[in-house]
Protein backbone atom coordinates (compact mmCIF):
# COMPACT_ATOMS: atom_id res chain seq x y z
CA UNK A 1 0.00 0.00 0.00
CA UNK A 2 1.41 3.88 -0.17
CA UNK A 3 3.08 5.14 2.18
CA UNK A 4 4.54 8.15 2.95
CA UNK A 5 6.52 9.09 5.91
CA UNK A 6 7.77 12.40 6.69
CA UNK A 7 10.68 12.98 9.42
CA UNK A 8 13.15 15.96 10.15
CA UNK A 9 10.94 18.14 12.13
CA UNK A 10 11.46 19.68 15.23
CA UNK A 11 12.34 22.79 17.35
CA UNK A 12 14.49 25.68 15.22
CA UNK A 13 15.15 28.91 16.73
CA UNK A 14 13.88 32.06 14.41
CA UNK A 15 16.28 32.53 11.28
CA UNK A 16 17.70 28.87 11.35
CA UNK A 17 17.02 26.04 9.15
CA UNK A 18 15.40 22.72 9.08
CA UNK A 19 15.69 19.50 6.37
CA UNK A 20 12.63 17.68 6.12
CA UNK A 21 12.47 14.27 4.05
CA UNK A 22 9.21 12.67 2.89
CA UNK A 23 10.33 8.44 2.06
CA UNK A 24 7.97 7.21 -0.15
CA UNK A 25 6.83 3.25 -1.03
CA UNK A 26 4.18 1.39 -2.17
CA UNK A 27 3.87 3.44 -5.86
CA UNK A 28 6.33 4.65 -8.71
CA UNK A 29 7.76 7.23 -7.07
CA UNK A 30 9.53 8.41 -9.98
CA UNK A 31 6.29 8.73 -11.91
CA UNK A 32 4.67 11.18 -9.39
CA UNK A 33 4.92 15.38 -8.69
CA UNK A 34 4.94 15.63 -5.01
CA UNK A 35 3.55 18.42 -2.96
CA UNK A 36 4.53 20.04 0.72
CA UNK A 37 1.41 21.45 2.34
CA UNK A 38 1.43 22.58 6.12
CA UNK A 39 -0.99 23.15 8.69
CA UNK A 40 -0.40 25.88 11.54
CA UNK A 41 -1.86 25.09 14.69
CA UNK A 42 -5.72 25.29 14.79
CA UNK A 43 -5.09 26.99 11.31
CA UNK A 44 -6.51 25.86 7.59
CA UNK A 45 -4.13 23.95 5.22
CA UNK A 46 -1.40 26.03 2.99
CA UNK A 47 0.37 24.80 0.02
CA UNK A 48 3.72 25.07 0.42
CA UNK A 49 5.81 23.52 -3.03
CA UNK A 50 5.69 21.53 -5.69
CA UNK A 51 7.97 19.32 -7.69
CA UNK A 52 7.49 17.47 -10.83
CA UNK A 53 8.04 13.42 -11.08
CA UNK A 54 11.67 14.48 -12.73
CA UNK A 55 12.45 17.32 -10.97
CA UNK A 56 12.54 19.92 -13.95
CA UNK A 57 9.94 21.97 -12.52
CA UNK A 58 9.49 23.54 -9.11
CA UNK A 59 6.78 25.86 -7.70
CA UNK A 60 6.61 27.90 -4.45
CA UNK A 61 4.20 29.85 -2.05
CA UNK A 62 4.66 33.83 -2.00
CA UNK A 63 5.34 33.00 1.45
CA UNK A 64 8.35 30.71 1.43
CA UNK A 65 9.92 31.94 -1.78
CA UNK A 66 13.48 32.18 -1.55
CA UNK A 67 13.60 30.18 1.83
CA UNK A 68 12.22 27.14 0.87
CA UNK A 69 13.91 24.71 -1.40
CA UNK A 70 12.34 21.38 -2.83
CA UNK A 71 13.89 18.88 -3.91
CA UNK A 72 13.70 14.73 -4.58
CA UNK A 73 16.06 11.73 -5.35
CA UNK A 74 14.18 9.37 -7.13
CA UNK A 75 16.92 6.67 -6.23
CA UNK A 76 16.02 6.83 -2.62
CA UNK A 77 12.47 7.33 -3.23
CA UNK A 78 12.50 10.68 -1.21
CA UNK A 79 11.78 14.19 -1.35
CA UNK A 80 13.06 16.99 0.26
CA UNK A 81 12.28 20.33 1.76
CA UNK A 82 14.98 22.53 2.94
CA UNK A 83 13.70 25.56 4.74
CA UNK A 84 16.17 28.30 5.65
CA UNK A 85 15.51 32.00 7.51
CA UNK A 86 12.63 30.27 9.22
CA UNK A 87 10.16 32.36 10.94
CA UNK A 88 8.07 31.70 13.63
CA UNK A 89 4.80 31.96 11.27
CA UNK A 90 6.24 29.16 9.32
CA UNK A 91 5.77 26.66 12.83
CA UNK A 92 3.20 24.20 11.58
CA UNK A 93 2.67 20.39 10.84
CA UNK A 94 4.15 19.63 7.37
CA UNK A 95 2.74 17.00 5.51
CA UNK A 96 4.10 15.31 1.44
CA UNK A 97 1.59 14.59 -0.55
CA UNK A 98 1.55 12.89 -3.31
CA UNK A 99 0.59 14.94 -6.99
CA UNK A 100 -0.08 12.59 -10.02
CA UNK A 101 0.15 14.62 -13.27
CA UNK A 102 -0.46 13.04 -16.61
CA UNK A 103 -1.15 14.72 -20.27
CA UNK A 104 -0.68 17.92 -19.16
CA UNK A 105 -3.70 17.37 -16.39
CA UNK A 106 -2.55 17.16 -12.61
CA UNK A 107 -4.62 15.38 -10.11
CA UNK A 108 -5.80 16.21 -6.60
CA UNK A 109 -3.58 14.40 -3.88
CA UNK A 110 -5.17 11.42 -2.68
CA UNK A 111 -2.58 10.12 -0.56
CA UNK A 112 -0.60 12.25 2.13
CA UNK A 113 1.81 11.00 5.25
CA UNK A 114 1.31 11.90 8.66
CA UNK A 115 2.58 15.24 8.99
CA UNK A 116 6.24 16.51 10.77
CA UNK A 117 5.72 19.41 13.16
CA UNK A 118 8.01 22.19 12.71
CA UNK A 119 8.17 24.67 15.54
CA UNK A 120 10.38 28.09 15.28
CA UNK A 121 10.89 29.44 18.66
CA UNK A 122 13.19 31.15 20.81
CA UNK B 1 -3.05 34.00 -8.29
CA UNK B 2 -6.53 32.42 -7.71
CA UNK B 3 -8.61 32.65 -4.00
CA UNK B 4 -10.93 30.42 -2.85
CA UNK B 5 -13.08 31.73 -0.77
CA UNK B 6 -15.65 29.21 1.34
CA UNK B 7 -18.59 29.93 3.45
CA UNK B 8 -19.57 29.63 6.19
CA UNK B 9 -17.03 29.24 8.06
CA UNK B 10 -18.48 26.63 10.52
CA UNK B 11 -21.68 25.41 11.35
CA UNK B 12 -23.86 23.11 13.58
CA UNK B 13 -26.79 21.01 12.73
CA UNK B 14 -28.96 17.89 13.60
CA UNK B 15 -27.99 14.39 12.83
CA UNK B 16 -30.48 13.59 9.85
CA UNK B 17 -30.17 17.65 8.36
CA UNK B 18 -28.90 18.44 4.89
CA UNK B 19 -25.52 20.52 5.11
CA UNK B 20 -24.09 22.39 2.37
CA UNK B 21 -20.75 24.20 2.47
CA UNK B 22 -20.23 26.83 -0.78
CA UNK B 23 -16.98 27.56 -1.58
CA UNK B 24 -15.64 30.42 -4.95
CA UNK B 25 -13.20 30.67 -6.73
CA UNK B 26 -11.71 34.20 -7.90
CA UNK B 27 -11.54 33.59 -11.07
CA UNK B 28 -13.12 30.29 -13.52
CA UNK B 29 -11.24 26.74 -12.89
CA UNK B 30 -13.54 24.71 -14.83
CA UNK B 31 -14.21 21.97 -12.70
CA UNK B 32 -10.67 21.25 -11.53
CA UNK B 33 -11.85 21.24 -7.56
CA UNK B 34 -11.44 19.12 -4.82
CA UNK B 35 -13.19 18.61 -1.48
CA UNK B 36 -11.30 17.43 1.49
CA UNK B 37 -12.43 16.07 5.01
CA UNK B 38 -10.23 16.57 7.90
CA UNK B 39 -11.21 15.47 11.28
CA UNK B 40 -9.48 16.92 14.79
CA UNK B 41 -5.58 15.02 14.65
CA UNK B 42 -5.72 13.01 11.21
CA UNK B 43 -4.88 13.83 7.78
CA UNK B 44 -7.09 15.09 5.07
CA UNK B 45 -9.19 13.10 2.97
CA UNK B 46 -10.15 13.48 -0.36
CA UNK B 47 -13.80 12.93 -0.68
CA UNK B 48 -14.75 14.85 -4.36
CA UNK B 49 -13.13 15.81 -7.07
CA UNK B 50 -13.45 17.15 -10.36
CA UNK B 51 -15.81 19.13 -8.92
CA UNK B 52 -18.70 16.06 -8.90
CA UNK B 53 -16.92 13.22 -8.83
CA UNK B 54 -16.93 11.13 -5.21
CA UNK B 55 -13.91 9.08 -4.19
CA UNK B 56 -13.88 5.46 -4.23
CA UNK B 57 -15.33 4.50 -0.45
CA UNK B 58 -16.68 7.67 0.16
CA UNK B 59 -20.14 7.26 1.24
CA UNK B 60 -23.56 8.45 -1.50
CA UNK B 61 -24.80 11.26 1.37
CA UNK B 62 -21.62 13.38 0.22
CA UNK B 63 -22.20 15.02 -2.97
CA UNK B 64 -20.25 18.04 -5.22
CA UNK B 65 -21.59 20.70 -7.71
CA UNK B 66 -20.60 23.56 -9.38
CA UNK B 67 -18.07 24.29 -12.64
CA UNK B 68 -16.23 27.68 -13.52
CA UNK B 69 -16.61 30.07 -10.09
CA UNK B 70 -19.07 28.50 -8.09
CA UNK B 71 -18.99 24.95 -6.41
CA UNK B 72 -21.11 23.75 -3.17
CA UNK B 73 -20.22 20.30 -1.24
CA UNK B 74 -23.78 18.69 0.58
CA UNK B 75 -24.15 16.00 3.00
CA UNK B 76 -27.78 15.24 2.49
CA UNK B 77 -28.05 13.05 6.18
CA UNK B 78 -25.73 14.47 8.29
CA UNK B 79 -23.76 11.80 10.99
CA UNK B 80 -22.11 11.97 13.93
CA UNK B 81 -19.15 10.96 12.17
CA UNK B 82 -18.93 13.40 9.42
CA UNK B 83 -18.23 15.93 12.03
CA UNK B 84 -14.50 17.36 10.95
CA UNK B 85 -13.24 20.52 8.55
CA UNK B 86 -14.44 20.86 4.58
CA UNK B 87 -11.82 22.19 2.70
CA UNK B 88 -12.30 22.97 -1.15
CA UNK B 89 -9.12 23.00 -3.34
CA UNK B 90 -8.75 24.22 -6.51
CA UNK B 91 -5.83 22.12 -8.74
CA UNK B 92 -4.61 21.85 -12.07
CA UNK B 93 -3.64 25.35 -12.89
CA UNK B 94 -0.45 28.09 -11.21
CA UNK B 95 -0.05 27.53 -8.67
CA UNK B 96 -0.49 24.00 -8.32
CA UNK B 97 -2.72 23.80 -5.20
CA UNK B 98 -4.99 26.35 -3.58
CA UNK B 99 -7.01 25.56 -0.51
CA UNK B 100 -10.22 27.62 0.85
CA UNK B 101 -10.47 28.74 4.76
CA UNK B 102 -12.39 25.68 5.85
CA UNK B 103 -15.26 24.93 6.90
CA UNK B 104 -15.60 23.07 10.38
CA UNK B 105 -19.15 21.35 10.89
CA UNK B 106 -20.77 20.38 13.66
CA UNK B 107 -23.17 18.65 15.96
CA UNK B 108 -26.14 20.58 17.20
Known amino acids: QVQLVESGGGVVQPGGSLRLSCTAS????????MHWVRQAPGKGLEWVAF????????YYADSVKGRFAISRDNSKNTLYLEMNSLRAEDTAVYYC???????????????WGQGTLVTVSS | DIQMTQSPSSLSASVGDRVTITCRAS??????LAWYQQKPGKVPKLLIY???TLQSGVPSRFSGSGSGTDFTLTITSLQPEDVATYYC??????????FGGGTKVEIK
Open chain 1, 51 to 58: ISYDGSNK
Open chain 2, 27 to 32: QGISNS
Open chain 2, 89 to 98: QKYNSAPPLT
Open chain 1, 97 to 111: AEGYCSGGNCYPPDY
Open chain 1, 26 to 33: GFTFSNYG
Open chain 2, 50 to 52: AAS
